[in-house]
């Protein structure tokens, strides 16, 4: 493929998804762990976990974009990818509960700095839209095939390993990560104008993502995927094993069948989009998630709820693949890592919303009252996204 020639871009794109197996495989130790610690409880300890890793992403991403353009890059990402591997390497020494939120908190707020700087990269590496889209669809990929490859490659290793042991080798994915990093040079960001002080730079990324009504809608957007998406992670397995009566395997299937939805459309899109603008294409994502959501309240048997999650992911993958490309048409080069920083930031503030929410709905009123609830919040907000984002999207990067 022409952007593997690119080596920069090779040795960025193998660190990203060494580093994602890495956390895929911690995804599945926290949980073993959680169980270890807390026995029943362990849902109770990885949803607070789970909460504190998206205020982490909340709070920490903006003030990293504030200062992404005055630091190195490759010397920034090196480092947050060593602080990453000496926090998980922790993790197998953890003895309570509180350790556990401690250690999270710590190792994603490594991530939400590492995550917005390197989105920012790329586009500096392919100036032009179509490879850049192209490396759009890679990256949705590469989250697509931890989702799917991850959880399978972790049950492998169990037989023959403890799951501490786990952490140990997401330590070493993160060195490998940092080796690969440090083996390019990477582009230099562009200097902000100067002017404004620590509070105008922490503000920067989100006044502009704010003030940009194609990127207001983006936001709303963000809810529709962070309702569809909570209900098929937090839910899925509360409807499998217990709704259904079937076991850990038609779970790991049911998860699966989201990554592949997702994953066909990361493949196919990138020529779609060369004759199609993103905003039909994001807004019918929207409406495709919403209607498997709808289409739940039929209380589905194990097929037909295969086929609900494969469109649910197939609609997430239609908004995210082609949201940095909207970024970057919507600011100037030296603005980038800022507004990538606000997208990260933002984003997972909806996830915030999202996942308590689909918790509690689930537990307290059930399965068909989660999908009711969840379907209006993502119908809603794509029908806000269609109104926010003007149909024709001329604004400049100025």
Not at 316 to 322: G, K, N
Request: hydrophobic letters at 55%; charged letters at 10%; proline letters at 4%.
């Amino acid at each position: 493929m022409e952007l593997f020639r690119d080596r920069r871009y090779r040795h960025l794109f193998s660190a990203q998804v060494i580093a994602l197996i890495g956390t895929g495989l911690t995804t599945v130790g926290l949980a073993l762990l959680a169980s270890e610690l807390a026995g029943e409880r362990a849902g109770e300890v990885l949803g607070t976990a789970l909460a504190i890793k998206m205020i982490a992403y909340v709070g920490i991403a903006p003030v990293v974009g504030a200062y992404a353009t005055r630091l190195p890059r490759r010397a920034l990402l090196v480092t947050l990818d060593l602080l990453r591997a000496g926090v998980v390497v922790s993790l197998p020494f953890v003895t309570a509960v509180w350790q556990i939120y401690l250690l999270i908190f710590l190792l994603n707020a490594c991530s939400a700095g590492f995550t917005p700087v390197f989105q920012a990269t790329i586009p500096d590496i392919f100036e032009d839209e179509r490879r850049y889209t192209k490396a759009l669809s890679l990256s949705r990929l590469a989250y697509d095939l931890e989702n799917l490859l991850s959880p399978l490659l972790a049950a492998l290793l169990l037989v023959v390993m403890s799951f501490n042991l786990l952490f140990v080798l997401n330590a070493a994915a993160f060195l490998l990560s940092a080796l690969l990093v440090v083996s390019v040079s990477l582009p230099s960001p562009h200097p902000q104008t100067a002017g404004g002080g620590v509070w105008a730079r922490l503000t920067q990324g989100m006044s502009r993502y704010l003030g940009t009504p194609r990127l207001r809608g983006l936001l709303a957007l963000n809810m529709a995927v962070a309702a569809a998406g909570a209900m098929q992670i937090v839910n899925t397995v509360v409807y499998v094993r217990h709704g259904l009566g079937l076991g850990e395997t038609q779970v790991a299937i049911a998860f699966a069948a989201a990554g592949g939805g997702s994953m066909v459309v990361a493949l196919t899109l990138p020529r779609l989009l060369e004759r199609l603008d993103q905003r039909p294409v994001m807004l019918a994502g929207g409406l495709l998630m919403s209607a498997s959501l709808v289409a739940g309240l039929t209380a589905p048997g194990f097929a037909v709820l295969l086929l609900l999650w494969f469109v649910l992911g197939a609609g997430a993958s239609m908004v995210m693949t082609p949201t940095g490309r909207l970024l970057k048409q919507s600011c100037r080069a030296e603005e980038r890592p800022a507004l990538f920083a606000a997208q990260f930031s933002l984003s997972h503030a909806c996830w915030l919303v999202a996942y308590p929410l689909a918790g509690w709905l689930g537990s307290a009123l059930g399965m068909m009252s989660a999908f009711a609830v969840l379907a209006t919040l993502a119908l809603a907000a794509t029908l806000l996204a269609a109104r926010l984002w003007p149909t024709e999207t001329t604004e400049a990067c100025a």
